[in-house]
């Protein structure tokens, strides 16, 4: 069960996002939506207390917008999702401080996993 924890979806493919949201809103989370990179760079707030975002997006994709929020020093946890199946990804996610990188399609269990371990790590940083 979450702590009404907001977390923001970006995901320009509507059959997705919509099975993100629905999975994280059966956990009881609060979900925004978004369909792509300036949209969520534009809803952006400090309630926000995580992102997760499509790695391939137009006009922004998952990795500009994270360039832009760690540009900002805006330190998120930001979960990437993604079809892609190249190593150099998990690399870049390295250099951007992404907290996990998850697969397409999104398994249920996987992603409540990775975001309740994500959001209990940020809530020990914060009490630290």
């Given at each position: 069960m979450a702590d009404q924890h907001k977390i923001l979806v970006v995901e320009d493919n509507d059959f997705v996002r919509m099975q993100i949201?629905?999975?994280l809103q059966e956990e009881e989370y609060e979900v925004i939506e978004s369909?792509?990179?300036?949209?969520?760079?534009?809803?952006?707030s400090p309630e926000i207390a995580m992102a997760?975002?499509?790695?391939?997006?137009?006009p922004i994709d998952g990795f500009e917008f994270v360039r832009?929020?760690?540009?900002?020093?805006?330190?998120?946890?930001?979960?990437?999702v993604t079809g892609d199946q190249n190593p150099d990804l998990l690399a870049e996610a390295?250099?951007?401080?992404?907290?996990?990188?998850?697969?397409?399609?999104?398994?249920?269990?996987?992603?409540?996993?990775?975001?309740?371990?994500?959001?209990?790590?940020?809530?020990r940083a914060t009490k630290a």
């Open positions: 949201v629905k999975f369909t792509d990179g300036q949209d969520a760079l534009d809803k952006m997760i975002v499509d790695v391939r997006m137009e832009s929020l760690r540009g900002a020093d805006i330190e998120t946890p930001v979960i990437l390295g250099k951007w401080n992404i907290a996990a990188v998850l697969m397409k399609p999104v398994q249920r269990d996987r992603l409540v996993k990775t975001v309740s371990r994500t959001l209990q790590s940020l809530s």
